[in-house]
């Protein structure tokens, strides 16, 4: 069973940074995308960012030239370096992990950190 665990929300000002981590385990596929999503309340919930375990990156527009996602050398923990944080980036910030398996997938999801932004 993949698990997925999450640290490093908290509380910041705007303008300033936060740095969250996701440590995965138990997985055995390499072949995979980890990244975040994050959910407001009220909102529905929005990808932040994504990284494939080839080195591949997508950012939404909301945290282009913000956001800087990353993984570590064994390719199961990933990054999210927040910048210049803003007020709408208060959010529930919910790692994932997509295990893909030749035609199959499988999800996975952290139980969410949150962050805010407020002076």
């Known amino acids: 069973q993949v698990q997925l665990v999450e640290s490093g929300g908290g509380l910041a000002q705007p303008g300033g940074s936060l740095r969250l981590s996701c440590a995965a385990s138990g997985s055995i596929f390499s072949l995979n995308i980890m990244g975040w999503y994050r959910q407001a309340p009220g909102n529905q919930r929005d990808r932040v960012a994504s990284?494939?375990?080839?080195?591949?990156?997508h950012y939404a527009d909301s945290s282009q030239g913000r956001f800087t996602i990353s993984r570590d050398n064994t390719g199961n923990t990933v990054y999210l370096q927040m910048d210049s944080l803003k007020p709408e980036d208060t959010a529930v910030y919910y790692c994932y992990r997509v295990d893909i398996d030749g035609a199959s997938q499988h999800t996975y999801w952290g139980q969410g950190t949150q962050v805010t932004v407020s002076s």
């Open positions: 990284m494939t375990s080839d080195g591949n990156t």
